[in-house]
């Protein structure tokens, strides 16, 4: 197991390499789920002021 | 020949709807690919006998490298369809493009520089491959600022559109870069004509990590493209039923 994290002596730079993939992986979930949900709040907001103003 | 299937693809309603119908098909199977791959690239694939372990990076490098040109491809494509043809769904498309293009330029530049120093003894050269992959990370937040300095979604696509069509020359640039030029970066040993230059328990890894980043990359698509789509349709009617819920 300790062979494993280190790498042949790498573990310096194959580990941060895979830690800031997986970071922009996981972001981007998160980025492409908040435009959603944000484009889907301002849809509401819009039909909402269009109803008001009926 | 029946072609309304494709009339449909340019129906906003219609291609909300397909989105959200299609991204777990493409998240799931993305999921499993680059769970699998990253087994096969960490645990499975023998140690290079030049590199040793730190080879292993080129699993999260090149899936990086290949989302970058990839997506911008599409993008730029989606963004002249839009041009052309005047879709909104296109351009919608393009705009979904952008984000995500950029932030894996980060990566597999980040990856890179992790990669390059113990192999090359420095982080950053600026050398043709890896000067032409930022500029590429420059076209992605030229086009992205381009697109949020412009308040009217209309004439933000069209502006947008050109800058991504035209940005386009550079990706054979990236692409042929080791070839052309002398370049501390080695050649292609996948994407080439000639038969893959690895062994198979190296090779099928990889190949698992691309495929695996390309469905992720759909499956992202689709989740932006409905926002955007809805960005575009202001005054529908099909858009309460989809909102209210």
Redesign the interface.
């Known amino acids: 197991m300790r062979e ?1 994290f280190d ?4 573990a310096a ?2 580990w ?3 830690a ?2 997986l970071a ?2 996981l ?3 998160f ?3 908040r ?2 949900a ?3 709040a ?3 907001r ?2 909402q002021m ?1 109803g008001e103003r009926r | 020949m029946n072609w309304s299937w494709f009339h449909r693809l340019a129906s906003p309603p219609h291609v909300y709807a397909l989105a959200a119908r299609l991204t777990p098909w493409f998240a799931w199977p993305a999921a499993l690919c680059i769970l699998a791959g990253l087994w096969g690239g960490l645990v499975l694939a023998p140690p290079d006998y030049q590199q040793g372990d730190g080879f292993r990076i080129l699993y999260v490098h090149a899936p990086s490298a290949w989302m970058s040109l990839m997506v911008y491809v599409t993008m730029a494509v989606s963004a002249a369809v839009g041009l052309i043809w005047r879709i909104k769904v296109a351009h919608a498309v393009a705009a979904s493009c952008a984000p995500i293009g950029a932030s894996f330029t980060f990566a597999a530049l980040v990856t890179g520089a992790l990669w390059g120093q113990p192999m090359w003894g420095t982080y950053w050269e600026w050398d043709p491959r890896l000067t032409s992959e930022l500029v590429l990370l420059f076209l992605y937040l030229g086009y992205m600022g381009l697109r949020a300095g412009i308040e009217d979604t209309q004439r933000a696509d069209r502006a947008s559109a050109v800058l991504a069509v035209v940005g386009v020359v550079n990706v054979p640039i990236i692409h042929y870069s080791v070839t052309w030029w002398n370049s501390l970066h080695q050649a292609p040993s996948v994407m080439r004509l000639a038969k893959p230059a690895m062994p198979l328990p190296m090779l099928v890894p990889l190949l698992l990590m691309l495929l695996g980043f390309t469905l992720f990359f759909v499956a992202l698509l689709l989740v932006r493209l409905r926002g955007e789509v809805l960005a575009r349709e202001r005054a529908a009617s099909w858009i309460r039923e989809v909102v209210s819920a």
């Open positions: 494993f790498m042949g002596g790498y730079f194959v941060p390499a895979y800031v993939t922009v992986v972001l981007n979930i980025w492409a789920r435009a959603l944000r484009s889907c301002e849809a509401r819009r039909l269009q």
